[in-house]
């Protein structure tokens, strides 16, 4: 399953609403090519909406810490929403969980940035 991307915005927070498996090719390509485009845009505040992600492999992880490095030293920063069974437990295997803040609620990710509601659209494939 391809991974798409469709971006929102509540505020000044950028909300990437991901959809599929973050695998090697293509599908890494598509995160990261959101991610470049949305801090290239002056987007700092950044959520990854996990919740219709079937599957992530080590080179998705990767693209993941690669997005918080990158979005970390431009000032920005990313945090995940909605994160699925075996996603978490990656997550604390890993050891991740220490550097991705993870929300359960889309409304207290987003205040956890201090922004208030407003959405706008995009999308992206």
Excluded: C, W
């Excluded at 693209?63 to 994160?83: D, I, P, R």
């Excluded at 699925?84 to 993870?102: E, N, S, V």
Aim: net charge neutral.
């Amino acid at each position: 399953m391809a991974l798409t991307a469709k971006v929102r915005r509540v505020g000044n927070v950028a909300i990437v609403d991901l959809n599929g498996k973050v695998t090697l090719g293509e599908n890494t390509g598509v995160l990261r090519d959101e991610l470049r485009s949305l801090l290239s845009q002056g987007n700092k505040d950044i959520i990854l909406n996990m919740a219709h992600v079937t599957y992530v492999d080590s080179a998705g992880l990767g693209e993941l810490v690669g997005a918080y490095t990158t979005a970390t030293n431009q000032g920005g920063s990313v945090k995940l929403l909605h994160l699925q069974g075996k996603m978490k437990d990656l997550m604390q295997i890993t050891k991740l969980h220490t550097i991705f803040p993870a929300y359960e609620d889309e409304q207290a990710a987003i205040n956890s940035f201090g922004a208030t509601a407003t959405g706008t659209t995009a999308s992206r494939t």
